[in-house]
């Protein structure tokens, strides 16, 4: 299963430049993911293993991008958060891809289509917030268990120096 790599390349006068496919791909799912609205890239089955084993965050993940001569065309696949307008999420996706792989890499961007695959009902700011909250709610306890931990051991002591001294002053 090994898969062709192709590659664009610009000419210039007196060199050769080859741009990867890759290397679009990742231009593009950067532009796309950073677009408000956009809860997260699309991908395969394969591309979610392939960023569970390498650990690492697939920017190409979600992004298909076809050749042609002196143009290319890029297929962008999203999850859009509850409540973002599709429309305008799209139009702003074709914009800033077009933008972004056109002025890095030279090249002419014929298409830009935007496949919207589902809605995420839950934001990831969303997400993350109750965490934080968690966190600080789990500290707080813990902080409370030892301040009271502090509090018995000082009265330990000193019902310990009071046995003590009465103690020395029955002996007296």
């Known amino acids: 299963m090994e898969e062709k790599k192709e590659e664009i390349k610009k000419e210039t006068q007196e060199n050769n430049i080859q741009i990867s496919d890759d290397v679009v791909a990742v231009v593009a799912g950067i532009a796309a993911s950073e677009v408000p609205g956009v809860a ?3 991908g395969g ?3 979610g293993i392939s960023e569970v084993l390498s650990g690492r965050k697939n920017m190409s993940k979600g992004i298909k991008v076809e050749i042609l001569e002196k143009s ?3 297929d962008v696949n999203i999850i859009v958060e509850y409540g973002a307008r599709i429309p305008e999420v799209a139009f702003e996706i074709q914009k800033r891809v077009k933008k972004s792989v056109e002025n890095m890499t030279g090249l002419n961007v014929e298409e830009v289509n935007v496949h919207v695959q589902g809605v995420s009902t839950v934001s990831n700011k969303k997400k993350e917030e109750p965490k934080e909250v968690n966190k600080e709610e789990k500290k707080e306890p813990k902080k409370e268990a030892k301040k009271e931990e502090v509090k018995k051991e000082e009265t330990k002591k000193a019902d310990a120096k009071k046995t003590t001294a009465k103690k020395e002053a029955k002996k007296k």
């Open 72 to 74: 290319t065309k890029i």
């Open 45 to 47: 089955f394969a591309g």
């Open 40 to 42: 997260e890239m699309a």
